[in-house]
C-alpha cells in the first residue's frame, strides 16, 4: 500500500453525535493522503460501533486504550504510519478543502524538524451574534504566544519531534494538550498556519465562556508552577462536573482554599508567589483585551487589527515589573482577586 504522507490522530470518548460531520469533513480535503486513526478511551453512546460498521465504506483505523486523552494520543502515533502527524479534536473542521495540503507543504518547505504549526482558531457557535470574548480569545489563540496554544488548533509536526518529547505526558489529566506545545516551545518553534480550522465552542456555550477560561486559567498555572496536589485532590470535582450544564468554580475554590489551610505559612505563601510570579508573566494581555475590544468595534476581521496598545505598553510593564517589588506586587493583587472573586461564588451559591 502508499505511504500516507499524513497521519491524523483523534481522540474520541463519546463522541457519536460529532463523528458523521467530522468524517464527511475530512473526506472533503484534496490532494493529499493521509491515514486516519480514532483512539477510543471507552466510550458507550454507540459511537464505536458505528465507526466499526463503517470501516467498509471509509478508509480509517478504530484503536482502543486506556481512558485519557494523553494516552490515547500516544497510543495513536504507535500506530501511525506516516512521518507528519496531525493530532485534531473530533469537533474540528476546515473550510478550505487544500486546508491539509497546503499546511502539509508549508511545513515540508520551512526545512526544521523542530518547526509545529498550529492553525487559525475560530469557533462555531449555535448563536451567529458577534461576541467579544470569542473575537478575544480566536485573536489570542493566533498570537503563538506562551500557552496560547492548544489542541483545538490542531498539532502539525514530525514524527521525530514528537519522539524528542516523549510524547504527551500521560500523567496529566488536563492540559496535557498546553503541556505539549510548551515542551515544543523549549526545543523548536511553533509556525502558525494560515489555514483555518473552526471548533465547536459548545463547550463554553454549556458552562460559560468565563467560567471555563477562569477555570483554564487556574490550571495552567497550577501546571506551570507545579503544584501536583491541586490536580490529584480535584479528580472527584472534574467528575461531578461531567454531571453539572454551567461550570460550577465555587468547589475548585473551595478546594484551593482547604489545601493552603492544611499547609504551614511557609509553603502556602511559596504558592502564592510562584502564582503572583506567573500571572504578572501574562500582564501583556491587560493591553491586548484594549487592542482586541477597538478592533472588533471597528468589525476588523480576526487577527487582523493593531496591537499598537500592546507593543508600547509591553516592554514599559517588563521594565517595571520584572524584578521582586513587581513580582510581590502581581502576588498581592492575585491574593485580592481571590478572595473577591471567591467571595463572589459565595454570595451566588447563597
Known amino acids: 500500500m502508499k505511504q500516507p504522507e499524513l497521519s491524523i490522530v483523534v481522540p474520541i470518548l463519546n463522541e457519536?453525535?460529532?463523528?458523521?460531520?467530522?468524517?464527511?469533513?475530512?473526506?472533503?480535503q484534496q490532494q493529499v493522503f493521509f491515514e486516519l486513526l480514532f483512539v477510543d478511551g471507552g466510550s458507550v453512546d454507540g459511537g464505536l460501533e458505528w465507526l466499526q460498521q463503517l470501516q467498509l465504506e471509509v478508509p480509517f483505523a478504530v484503536l482502543q486504550s486506556e481512558r485519557g486523552r494523553a494516552r490515547q494520543l500516544n497510543h495513536g502515533?504507535?500506530?501511525?504510519?506516516?512521518?507528519?502527524?496531525l493530532f485534531l479534536h473530533v469537533d474540528s473542521r476546515?473550510?478550505?478543502?487544500?486546508?491539509?495540503?497546503?499546511?502539509l507543504d508549508l511545513m515540508q518547505q520551512a526545512g526544521s524538524s523542530n518547526l509545529a504549526g498550529h492553525f487559525a482558531l475560530r469557533f462555531r457557535r449555535c448563536d451567529e451574534q458577534p461576541a467579544f470574548g470569542y473575537y478575544y480569545y480566536a485573536?489570542?489563540?493566533?498570537?503563538?504566544?506562551?500557552?496560547?496554544?492548544?489542541?483545538?488548533?490542531?498539532?502539525?509536526?514530525?514524527?521525530?519531534?514528537?519522539?524528542?518529547l516523549n510524547g504527551f505526558n500521560e500523567t496529566m489529566r488536563v492540559m496535557e494538550d498546553t503541556d505539549f506545545a510548551e515542551r515544543v516551545r523549549e526545543i523548536?518553534?511553533?509556525?502558525?498556519?494560515?489555514?483555518?480550522?473552526?471548533?465547536?465552542?459548545?463547550?463554553?456555550?454549556i458552562e460559560g465562556l468565563w467560567q471555563r477560561q477562569l477555570l483554564g486559567a487556574l490550571i495552567m498555572c497550577f501546571r506551570d508552577i507545579g503544584w501536583e496536589q491541586f490536580f490529584a485532590e480535584s479528580r472527584d470535582i472534574y467528575r461531578q462536573q461531567a454531571e453539572t450544564e454551567q461550570l460550577q468554580l465555587r468547589p475548585f475554590f473551595?478546594?484551593?482554599?482547604?489545601?493552603?489551610?492544611?499547609?504551614?505559612?511557609?509553603?502556602?505563601?511559596?504558592?502564592?508567589?510562584?502564582?503572583?510570579?506567573?500571572?504578572?508573566?501574562?500582564?501583556?494581555?491587560?493591553?491586548?483585551?484594549?487592542?482586541?475590544?477597538?478592533?472588533?468595534?471597528?468589525?476588523?476581521?480576526?487577527?487582523?487589527?493593531?496591537?499598537?496598545?500592546?507593543?508600547?505598553?509591553?516592554?514599559l510593564y517588563?521594565?517595571?515589573?520584572?524584578?521582586?517589588?513587581?513580582?510581590?506586587?502581581?502576588?498581592?493583587?492575585?491574593?485580592?482577586?481571590?478572595?473577591?472573586?471567591?467571595?463572589?461564588l459565595r454570595s451566588k451559591d447563597a
Open 77 to 85: 502515533v504507535r500506530q501511525a504510519n506516516a512521518d507528519w502527524l
Open 254 to 315: 473551595r478546594l484551593i482554599r482547604n489545601l493552603f489551610s492544611c499547609m504551614g505559612y511557609r509553603a502556602a505563601w511559596r504558592i502564592w508567589w510562584q502564582s503572583g510570579s506567573y500571572v504578572r508573566r501574562h500582564g501583556w494581555q491587560l493591553t491586548f483585551a484594549l487592542d482586541a475590544r477597538l478592533a472588533f468595534n471597528r468589525g476588523v476581521v480576526v487577527g487582523q487589527g493593531s496591537t499598537l496598545l500592546t507593543r508600547i505598553f509591553e516592554p
Open 139 to 164: 485573536w489570542k489563540a493566533r498570537l503563538g504566544r506562551p500557552e496560547t496554544i492548544h489542541g483545538d488548533q490542531g498539532f502539525v509536526l514530525q514524527r521525530n519531534l514528537f519522539e524528542q
Open 94 to 103: 476546515f473550510s478550505d478543502p487544500l486546508a491539509l495540503r497546503n499546511a
Open 16 to 28: 457519536s453525535a460529532e463523528l458523521p460531520d467530522f468524517l464527511a469533513d475530512l473526506q472533503r
Open 188 to 205: 523548536g518553534q511553533w509556525r502558525l498556519l494560515p489555514m483555518e480550522i473552526s471548533t465547536s465552542a459548545r463547550r463554553f456555550e
Open 318 to 344: 517588563e521594565l517595571f515589573t520584572d524584578n521582586p517589588l513587581g513580582r510581590l506586587a502581581a502576588t498581592l493583587m492575585l491574593r485580592f482577586w481571590f478572595e473577591v472573586t471567591d467571595f463572589f
